[in-house]
């Protein structure tokens, strides 16, 4: 067998697929919380800057950025395990 062939894959690994990374919900929940901020800093900004309307549609967002940061936290302590998989 030459160099430039190569081996068909044996055992365990050949029959099983690749492994999918887990998600990382910490991880998104606290991106999303720092999203929320932004736009919470943005609405206090708007409001000062007399623009009533776009400081609302910025508190809006914050809110449903929020709702999502929740649910990643709910998923990430669904999953969380102390035992290993």
Do not use: H
Not at 41 to 61: D, E, F, I, R, Y
């Amino acid at each position: 067998m030459s160099f430039d062939e190569e081996e068909p894959p044996s055992g365990v690994d050949a029959e099983r697929p690749p492994r999918r990374p887990r998600p990382r919900w910490g991880v998104r929940t606290v991106s999303l919380v720092v999203v929320a901020f932004v736009f919470l800093q943005a609405s206090t900004w708007l409001a000062a800057a007399g623009k009533p309307n776009w400081a609302s549609l910025a508190t809006l967002t914050a809110i449903v950025v929020l709702v999502g940061a929740a649910y990643c936290s709910y998923r990430g302590l669904r999953g969380f395990s102390w035992l290993p998989r």
